[in-house]
């Protein structure tokens, strides 16, 4: 473990004395002060005390901030303003890196599936995970499942009761006469009834055997003006009537994501999650898929992720698609 992550650990023990971590870590009393002016850099505001370095009450929106205290085994790569998370995170773990969440407060040149808008002003939780799991192509879905299983949980402790339209829309919301949002795999707006607060877009390279590294993308709009946003979109803030704290959100959802899909032994648990969440099931849906639309009742998921959906004709499996929740006289 490099010094400034231990001093990050040992901070969350309360005060840490310099002399005491350099013996500790068997290191020099200057690398540990130079491991201080480096999380003071990134905005972690580390204060120098009697008693030692401590931590701040309040940890800032920063790599540093977000790894603090964080139950998972991920390093953080912070950006005040990037083009995109997602085209960051390929290029790290396309150079080896495993287990990276890149983190931006504004994206500029960002996009939703299949080259659609994404609008990710300053202000919401936008985050790449970088990713070379033990896993088959086959497999991937899952971890797209995953992402929405873990925004969802981090909406829902943040005080906000979000529910998952299949595959990855996750939404707040919803009307009694069952209308929802569409969703594009981005936080931009949903259809009719719910809005849509987060979405998800994963890109993979792989062998025929084996994921080479895959990265799901992950964008929420947490503190964003409403005014900012596309119309029937929402944002955490404007739900809750405050601003949600960023730094424990993206924590929260890095850490259920590595509890869903950090080891091959524990994807068994995906599909279950999601389910338990998914607004989806039971519902009258029409898909969008590539060989024309798909109209029936949703009735549940199968690995690795298709929808499946009763129709008139007969049971169909779908894989893949723009989902549609309709009224009971819609399709």
Same mark, same amino acid.
């Given at each position: ?11 969350? $023990? ?29 905005? =972690? ?9 401590? &931590? ?11 790894? =603090?205290?964080?139950? &998972? ?19 790290? &773990? ?17 996009? /939703? ?29 899952? =971890? ?26 996750? !939404?707040? /919301? ?18 009719? #009834? ?11 390279? #792989? ?9 799901? /993308? ?21 739900? !809750? ?7 424990? =959100? ?49 009735? $549940? ?31």
């Amino acid at each position: 473990m490099d010094t400034r992550r231990a001093l990050l650990d040992a901070l969350g $023990d309360g005060p840490v004395s310099g002399p005491a971590l350099a013996d500790d870590l068997g290191v020099s009393r200057a690398a540990v002060w130079k491991a201080v002016e480096s999380l003071r850099e990134e905005g =972690f505001a580390v204060e120098s005390t009697s008693e030692g370095y401590v &931590a701040p009450a309040d940890p800032a929106y920063c790599a540093a901030g977000i790894e =603090f205290g964080l139950d &998972a085994p991920y390093a953080v790569e912070y950006h005040d303003r990037i083009a995109s998370t997602n085209e960051r995170a390929r290029e790290l &773990a396309s150079d080896g890196a495993d287990g990276v969440a890149v983190v931006a407060d504004e994206q500029t040149g960002s996009r /939703g599936r299949l080259d659609r808008e994404w609008v990710a002003p300053s202000g919401g939780v936008w985050l790449s995970l970088a990713v070379r799991p033990d896993a088959p192509p086959a497999r991937a879905p899952l =971890f797209t499942l995953a992402a929405a299983v873990a925004t969802a949980d981090a909406c829902r402790e943040a005080g906000v009761d979000a529910h998952i339209k299949w595959p990855n829309d996750v !939404l707040v /919301g919803e009307s009694e006469s069952g209308d929802d949002g569409e969703g594009d795999g981005d936080a931009d707006p949903g259809g009719r #009834g719910g809005r849509k607060v987060a979405g998800i877009l994963t890109e993979m390279e #792989g062998e025929a055997d084996r994921i080479s590294w895959i990265v799901p /993308g992950i964008g929420v709009n947490a503190n964003v003006d409403a005014e900012a946003l596309p119309a029937g979109a929402t944002s955490l803030c404007e739900e !809750l009537g405050e601003p949600v704290d960023r730094r424990r =959100f993206a924590a929260t959802l890095i850490e259920r994501f590595a509890a869903l899909a950090g080891t091959a032994d524990r994807m068994d648990r995906i599909l279950p999650a999601w389910r338990e969440r998914a607004s989806t099931l039971g519902r009258r849906v029409r898909v969008d898929t590539p060989n024309g639309p798909v109209t029936g009742t949703a009735v $549940d998921v199968e690995p690795p992720g298709a929808l499946v959906i009763e129709t008139d004709e007969g049971v169909r499996r779908v894989h893949a698609g723009d989902c549609e929740h309709l009224r009971d006289a819609d399709g």
